[in-house]
């Protein structure tokens, strides 16, 4: 059974630009949840899709923002990017209430 | 507030030489504890789900452990492959009743094994 998949891999934008990432879950999961990964705050809960909903979000701006689509593949956009967004992304999916699987990421560098 | 501590940061054991990384949390209504390995560069990989105190798991030479206020991950003898930051999460019931898959991390422990 094929992974959490993950594109771009890597990224380098500059400040100001927007970015968008794509996660393709696992066949058959409907739960997408994208968390931010930095050496200083670890990993933190950005938000989560189920069924095409956003159910829950973490304490991020407006900047981010996302979506999952009827396919239960999700994107999620950042808008207006600052040195600070540089980070790698994860996105994870799972049946709902059960254990999450964690895609390879995708690293975005701002300069 | 909800938390989850892992301790030590950092460990450095010889190849064979036994010990326990800890995660303990404060959460309200836990639905699930879990730990990932992750190696540099890469999403972090599944290893365990807990869901009630008393509960053990084994896979190879780790063996996951929950109590009421934590838990322990025991690697028996283990060798080089096993380095990795080994990250602990919880999941947990919403005030309102809701249901989330959101996860809670601890800051992970960094396990080096020296041959």
């Known amino acids: 059974k094929a992974g959490v998949t993950q594109t771009p891999r890597y990224l380098i934008k500059t400040r100001g630009q927007q970015v968008t990432l794509s996660c393709s879950p696992i066949?058959?999961?409907?739960?997408v949840s994208w968390y931010q990964q930095t050496p200083g705050q670890g990993l933190q809960f950005l938000f989560e899709?189920?069924?095409?909903?956003?159910?829950n979000k973490g304490n991020f701006p407006g900047r981010f923002s996302g979506r999952q689509f009827s396919n239960s593949r999700s994107e999620m956009n950042v808008s207006t990017l600052e040195l600070g967004d540089s980070a790698l992304y994860l996105c994870?999916?799972?049946?709902?209430?059960?254990?999450?699987?964690f895609g390879p990421g995708t690293r975005l560098l701002v300069l | 507030e909800d938390q989850v501590t892992q301790s030590p940061e950092a460990l450095r054991l010889q190849e064979g030489e036994s010990s326990s990384l800890n995660c303990s949390y404060t959460?309200?209504?836990?639905?699930?504890l879990f730990w990932y390995r992750q190696d540099p560069g890469k999403g972090p990989e599944f290893l365990f789900t807990?869901?009630?105190a008393g509960e053990e798991k084994e896979k190879e030479r780790l063996k996951a452990t929950l109590t009421k206020k934590e838990s322990f991950l025991h690697i028996t003898a283990p060798k080089p492959e096993d380095s990795a930051t080994y990250l602990c999460?919880?999941?947990?019931?919403?005030?309102?009743?809701?249901?989330?898959?959101?996860?809670?991390f601890g800051t992970g422990t960094l396990l080096a094994v020296q041959p």
């Open positions: 994870a999916s799972g049946r709902d209430q059960e254990t999450q699987y």
């Open positions: 066949s058959g999961h409907r739960s």
């Open positions: 899709y189920f069924s095409e909903t956003q159910r």
């Open positions: 959460v309200s209504g836990l639905r699930g």
């Open positions: 807990l869901y009630s």
């Open positions: 999460a919880v999941r947990h019931h919403l005030n309102y009743g809701g249901a989330t898959n959101k996860l809670i």
